[in-house]
């Protein structure tokens, strides 16, 4: 009787084990999903010809729908670029990409529809164009910044994602690669460590350079397009956190 008690007691502490396990590992993978938070920030865009300062907002639902916008104002411009996307097994899947420049004059506003069940990209606006794909893990340029802090976040060194290309819905290959885990890095007066992400192309002389803050979230606090013509550098800067989380 004593060693069926002792197996009875060990028999249910096991089950106790295995169901926190279970429970542990969903929570784990929830929270590893989602850790990219929610937040609003102002972020400094500059080039040769532009020094914007506008709100970038990301907005995570639980169910997975998302959205990331930029929108600006600066004397008579009035400019709004947004994704909505949502999460499907730690990948981004694209649904529209907008964008919106005010005054129309030069007719900049584009507007991309994604459909996942045909595999089909459709855009009007600026560049009208309809392209099929093989699959759903096309990006849209703004998304795709996302996929990269996702991708970070889990570890990886080097990866690749295919992005559409806004002029004739060409699908380009993006390479990723990790340049540097531990670079300073500054928002105001405060230093953070940044990791360093660098893309290349394959048919291009530009590369982009991004730093990302472990201690924010994951988020950019700068991202840095270096072009063999520096009248072609632009550089997306945070200034200020408004809400995070």
Do not use: H
Not at 133 to 154: F, G
Not at 167 to 182: A, L, Q
């Amino acid at each position: 009787k004593l060693y069926l008690k002792i197996w009875v007691q060990l028999m249910i502490q096991f089950k106790k084990n295995m169901k926190f396990s279970y429970v542990f590992s969903i929570l784990f993978l929830s929270i590893n999903v989602f850790s990219i938070e929610n937040y609003v920030a102002e972020y400094r865009w500059e080039s040769s010809d532009r020094d914007i300062l506008g709100v970038r907002k990301l907005v995570i639902e639980e169910n997975g729908a998302s959205s990331l916008s930029f929108k600006a104002n600066k004397s008579f411009i009035k400019l709004d670029i947004e994704t909505d996307f949502k999460f499907l097994n730690k990948k981004v899947e694209s649904k529209e990409y907008s964008v919106g420049v005010k005054p129309t004059i030069a007719n900049r506003s584009q507007k991309l529809f994604f459909n996942n069940i045909e595999n089909s990209i459709n855009s009007k606006g600026r560049y009208e164009w309809s392209a099929n794909t093989i699959s759903k893990s096309v990006l849209d340029p703004l998304n795709a910044q996302i996929q990269v802090r996702m991708n970070v976040l889990d570890g990886y060194k080097d990866f690749s994602i295919d992005i559409i290309e806004m002029k004739d819905g060409t699908i380009e290959p993006n390479f990723y690669k990790v340049t540097s885990e531990n670079v300073d890095c500054y928002v105001g007066d405060d230093k953070y460590s940044c990791i360093e992400v660098t893309r290349l192309r394959k048919y291009d002389d530009r590369k982009t350079i991004y730093l990302i803050a472990k201690d924010l979230g994951y988020m950019f606090v700068k991202i840095k397009d270096v072009d063999l013509d520096p009248k072609k550098n632009q550089t997306l800067s945070l200034e200020k956190i408004l809400s995070l989380g």
